[in-house]
């Protein structure tokens, strides 16, 4: 049985909290996923004192800081990454990062992060993506806003400098917080499967679990999900993001998805249900008392459970045959 990557995406969500930051690591551990991720970044060398802020971020932050004064809140120094390494590591869940900047990427790498996750933002980034390739051997690859002709491009940076096809996983994603349904085009995940070859997965975006869930039983190796200890609480993502218990719930279906996509792909009886098949069948019996030498008839023959007898697709085998001996109303017919 393959098993899903189950990435809970802290990112922010802490504001910049090393208490809270650790208490999203427990509900992650709790929640049974393989990675929790937060995000590395120097404001300052992300955005431009003058940008604005998207849409989502205003409506989900209400406040009047700009974008640049927003995320310098939410900045993570080194010792804290270091403090939540080691707590993860109390905690039997993994550390990640997605670094934001040149000097965050360098940074992730020299504490010993060897999978590198490239957000949306940067798909389009070339010195980005080429210090990507230089100091990570494992790469997850997000999508939101690209076309297919963008992914290419963001994939051939990658395979010219010398990553490995098979290292490369690639996450469809829309890059809209909280996500519409009618926005999500589910199946364009396989579309870059198709054009790529690469293993594909999903970031989500959407409220409530079950979009994550669908794209496991389509074929998503990788799940990104946010999370959050409270949707009311204030800040950019938040209010995009699974609660505790909507988070514990998503990684026990997508387990049970995985075992339900396991098997053979063959249509035949599982082990679990053979045994109900002489139950739930009908035989072909009598219906009425025969007596030997009458003809079998419509007349005289029924079908009725269990199905341990001769089998009803031979009915109009044994419709004018001869009883070779007398039979009981009910009784299994026999020739």
């Not at 997605?98 to 957000?119: E, N, R, V, Y």
């Not at 999903?202 to 999900?225: C, F, M, N, R």
Request: charge should be negative; proline fraction near 4%.
């Amino acid at each position: 049985m393959n098993k899903t990557l189950i990435i809970a995406e802290a990112g922010v969500n802490h504001n910049g909290s090393i208490d809270t930051a650790k208490q999203l690591i427990d509900v992650a551990a709790e929640a049974g996923v393989d990675y929790v991720k937060f995000q590395t970044f120097k404001a300052a060398k992300l955005v431009t004192k003058s940008a604005e802020r998207a849409e989502y971020q205003n409506t989900n932050t209400k406040n009047s800081d700009s974008q640049y004064e927003m995320l310098k809140k939410l900045e993570l120094s080194e010792a804290d990454h270091l403090e939540l390494i080691a707590y993860c590591q109390t905690k039997n869940v993994k550390f990640l990062s997605t670094g934001f900047d040149l000097d965050s990427l360098q940074f992730l790498a020299d504490i010993g992060i060897t999978l590198a996750k490239i957000p949306s933002g940067e798909i389009t980034n070339l010195p980005y993506l080429e210090k990507m390739a230089e100091l990570y051997s494992e790469f997850i690859l997000s999508t939101g806003m690209a076309n297919i002709q963008e992914v290419k491009d963001a994939y051939q940076v990658l395979i010219e400098a010398g990553v490995k096809p098979s290292s490369i996983t690639i996450l469809h994603c829309n890059t809209e917080y909280p996500t519409p349904m009618q926005d999500v085009n589910l199946r364009a995940m396989l579309h870059i499967e198709k054009e790529l070859g690469t293993a594909i997965g999903y970031s989500d975006h959407t409220l409530g679990i079950e979009v994550p869930i669908a794209a496991v039983a389509l074929g998503a190796t990788v799940i990104e999900k946010h999370f959050t200890l409270d949707r009311s609480l204030p800040g950019p993502d938040h209010r995009a993001s699974l609660e505790p218990t909507e988070l514990k719930a998503m990684v026990a279906s997508i387990r049970n998805i995985e075992k339900a996509i396991s098997g053979s792909g063959i249509k035949e009886p599982s082990d679990s249900e053979s045994k109900n098949k002489e139950i739930v069948r009908k035989s072909i019996v009598a219906q009425g008392p025969i007596k030997k030498g009458q003809t079998f008839s419509n007349n005289n023959l029924a079908v009725k459970r269990p199905g341990s007898g001769i089998s009803p697709m031979k009915w109009n085998a044994i419709i004018g045959k001869i009883a070779n001996k007398d039979f009981t109303d009910d009784q299994l017919i026999e020739l």
